[in-house]
């Protein structure tokens, strides 16, 4: 697995820390701290950092990575 990278991630498989599947649906969205809309395994929609991170404050398995 490689580090995130929003310009890149558009263009790679993308995958959580811990081996979950994830999507980039949407990298614009209207928030300051959390811009980033990814769907997990199919069915959970979550809002990301634009480094890919689920949290502001600390490292979490639902991190995003590129495969």
Known sequence: MKKFNIKTA???????KN???AKLLY???AS????LVV???NM????YTIEGK???DKDSEFD???K
């Open 27 to 29: 990298s614009e969205r």
């Open 39 to 41: 769907i997990i395994d």
């Open 54 to 56: 689920v949290y502001l």
């Open 19 to 21: 081996g979950k599947e």
């Open 64 to 66: 995003l990575m590129i």
């Open 10 to 16: 558009k263009f790679n498989e993308l995958i959580t």
């Open 32 to 35: 300051k701290n959390f811009p």
């Open 44 to 47: 959970k929609v979550e809002f």
